[in-house]
């Protein structure tokens, strides 16, 4: 790869959350969606493998579109009880996962893929934070719920960065839990030659 043409780095998410929390690096990016079918979870005894497969079906999924560039692809998902919490259906099963987290501790796993094309060499890893969630009143659950924060987030919750009164971070990264492990993700990005602008 000529290194006097920098690489074109394509973030394979409709997240807004991924997207902004890419944004924060200053890295140039652009953005073309997987768009594919996920897995349910269903038969996945492993986090780690869950979110790793997923992630990489999304990377596979963009990378056929582009000759030259580096397909940046993430997959995130509750863990609770041997089980895959991911994104809720609707409002109602928004009610039931947040109602099965409420004051317990879980594992929040993000599986990311950067895969670079031509030559497909790919870095592939996976991240786990530990969340606490709050049992919510059915007041607080109702008020929360109307907000829609819930849609699209995998364990039906989106995490504020500052004072959220229901979720709190417990262990591993903050940006993991929002979608993106920026601490890693710059790191492997340093190895394909994109570092932040100083």
Not at 42 to 58: C, E, I, M, N
Not at 64 to 76: K, M, N, S, V
């Amino acid at each position: 790869m000529p290194t006097s043409s920098p690489i074109r780095l394509i973030l394979a998410s409709g997240s807004p959350a991924r997207r902004e929390l890419l944004e924060r690096t200053g890295i140039p990016f652009t953005v073309h969606p997987a768009h594919i079918d996920e897995p349910t979870g269903d038969g996945f005894t492993d986090p780690r493998h869950y979110v790793q497969s997923v992630a990489w079906l999304k990377a596979r999924a963009v990378a056929d579109r582009f000759d030259q560039a580096l397909i940046l692809a993430a997959d995130t998902v509750g863990w609770l009880d041997g089980r895959v919490i991911g994104k809720p259906a609707d409002e109602a099963d928004a009610r039931r996962i947040l109602t099965t987290l409420g004051g317990r501790e879980h594992e929040l796993w993000t599986g990311v893929v950067l895969w670079r094309r031509p030559d497909d060499l790919q870095i592939c890893w996976q991240e786990m934070s530990r969340v606490f969630c709050k049992a919510m009143s059915p007041v607080e659950l109702d008020t929360y719920l109307r907000t829609r924060q819930w849609e699209g987030c995998s364990g039906a919750y989106a995490i504020q960065e500052h004072d959220d009164p229901y979720v709190q971070l417990r262990g591993g990264s903050l940006s993991n839990v929002i979608g993106l492990p920026l601490e890693s993700l710059l790191g492997n990005l340093s190895t394909f030659g994109l570092t932040p602008p100083h």
